[in-house]
């Protein structure tokens, strides 16, 4: 139980496209959902939380024109690069809650842009 | 606190050794703390995890200890197998923080054999 999907796993881009990530909650509801950026041989830093229903919650420097969220249901959370350039390219993981302190994490979208 | 860096610290073991990782964390509301390992191109995976009430807390081949007074967190890993190989990262968070997870800097564990 608890697992959670991206989808895609990978995807390579042209710079200054658009590229859309879904995150799934397979087999739970999750109200909130958290999307993080990993750069190679580092951590990972959260960028925003996803709120069902609501508008989400950016990190500070985060640019939330550049990186659309929504969370159309409570299984289902976006992350859209708008105009992505080749320093957007990194692994962004999500991660959903589905009780008070338990957080799964997706498997990550490794995204190349070009 | 903030990750930076762009080398991640090594820990080499000899396989059936022990390993010890070590965490120091920012936040002194912090209350509840995780262990992931990360293996390459994956997410991270939940090891085990502790609550500030607590300074011990044992699992299968895996014990976390917190210190409190010092703000350190560590990992030991019991009999550390090749499949243990990963980066192991330590998260902090605190009861109203909304969920919202810290991460440390991580540790590259390679076990040799």
């Known amino acids: 139980g608890a697992v959670v999907s991206q989808h895609p796993s990978w995807v390579i881009c042209k710079s200054g496209t658009s590229v859309k990530i879904e995150c799934r909650s397979l087999d739970f509801q999750a109200t909130t959902m958290f999307w993080y950026r990993q750069f190679p041989k580092q951590s990972l830093m959260l960028m925003a939380t996803s709120n069902e229903g609501s508008k989400a919650t950016y990190e500070q420097g985060v640019e939330k024109d550049k990186f659309l969220i929504n969370h159309a249901s409570l299984t289902l959370s976006t992350l859209t690069v708008t105009s992505a350039h080749p320093e957007d390219s990194s692994f962004y993981i999500c991660?959903?809650?589905?009780?008070?302190?338990?957080?799964?994490f997706g498997p990550g979208t490794r995204l190349t842009v070009t | 606190g903030e990750s930076v860096g762009l080398h991640l610290p090594t820990l080499s073991v000899q396989e059936g050794d022990n390993s010890i990782i070590n965490c120091a964390y920012s936040n002194s509301a912090s209350d509840y703390f995780i262990w992931y390992k990360q293996e390459s191109g994956k997410g991270p995976q939940f090891i085990i995890d502790i609550r500030s009430n607590m300074d011990k807390r044992q699992g299968q081949r895996v014990t976390v200890l917190l210190n409190k007074t010092v703000k350190h967190l560590s990992l030991q890993i019991a009999a550390t197998q090749p499949g243990d190989s990963a980066v192991y990262f330590c998260?902090?968070?605190?009861?109203?923080?909304?969920?919202?997870?810290?991460f440390g800097t991580g540790t590259q564990l390679k076990v040799e054999l």
């Open positions: 998260a902090e968070t605190f009861t109203g923080g909304g969920n919202k997870l810290t």
């Open positions: 991660s959903a809650v589905p009780g008070l302190d338990e957080q799964y």
